[in-house]
């Protein structure tokens, strides 16, 4: 157990729609970043906030949007839903600032399909 | 650029060793190591830091060679508890020589162990 939580678990869309996941962390970390994991792959970073500022994006683009808030929970919309979007989407929080070299704690993941 | 893992996947019986190879084609400022089992989350392992030290947790230890961009983790007398897939995070070296405090990984190892 990390401390990390995440929801939904699972989700199923059509083409074009939006959807919000949602994390919460462990009480105190400040930072949190996403990633999306395609099956048989390395975890891939979307973006990284730090006390509710944007912090560090990847290579994705604007439909992904991401917000952070005071109470340690985060959330990732994703508009205009892709077939290339299903995934594993994993969020994973630390206490330190970026680039602290501290722990990442991972959650256990929303797995989104794309209809 | 993700870095690049090898082999791609090992089959143990218990008891026997196994390394796990992580190489970058950027200057890396730490690797950090996470174990993954099916449908679950990302583990930590270890973090490795720029001239830092070859770390050790239980029978898994990793090095890191910061001139070659590669980190290895050794395997010691496998257990069954060991399988799951492995995967390098690097944090790359800025300009100003520390971290963007962000992790890409590799596409992952996958280690099976048998008893």
């Known amino acids: 157990e990390t401390g990390v939580t995440q929801s939904p678990t699972h989700l199923i869309k059509t083409r074009g729609q939006q959807v919000t996941l949602r994390c919460s962390s462990q009480?105190?970390?400040?930072?949190v970043s996403w990633y999306q994991q395609a099956l048989g792959q390395g975890p891939q970073f979307i973006f990284q906030?730090?006390?509710?500022?944007?912090?560090g994006r990847g290579n994705f683009p604007p439909r992904f949007s991401g917000l952070q808030f005071p109470n340690y929970s985060s959330e990732l919309n994703v508009n205009a839903l892709e077939l290339d979007d299903s995934a594993l989407y994993l969020c994973?929080?630390?206490?330190?600032?970026?680039?602290?070299?501290?722990?990442?704690?991972f959650g256990p993941g929303t797995r989104l399909l794309v209809l | 650029q993700q870095p690049v893992q090898s082999p791609q996947a090992v089959i143990l019986r218990e008891g026997e060793d196994a390394v796990i190879n992580c190489s970058s084609s950027?200057?890396?400022?730490?690797v950090h190591w996470y174990r993954q089992k099916h449908g679950e989350a990302p583990v930590f392992l270890m973090i490795?830091?720029?001239?830092?030290e070859q770390m050790r947790h239980e029978k898994i230890s990793a090095s890191f060679n910061e001139k070659k961009q590669q980190s290895s983790l050794y395997l010691t007398a496998s257990q069954l508890s060991y399988s799951g897939t492995y995967f390098c995070?690097?944090?790359?070296?800025?300009?100003?020589?520390?971290?963007?405090?962000?992790?890409?990984f590799g596409q992952g190892t996958i280690l099976t162990v048998h008893p």
């Open positions: 009480s105190g970390h400040n930072t």
């Open positions: 995070g690097t944090d790359s070296l800025n300009a100003g020589g520390t971290s963007y405090g962000k992790l890409t």
């Open positions: 994973a929080s630390s206490l330190g600032p970026p680039g602290a070299q501290e722990t990442q704690y």
């Open positions: 490795l830091l720029k001239g830092g």
């Open positions: 906030y730090y006390r509710e500022e944007e912090n």
């Open positions: 950027k200057a890396l400022y730490s």
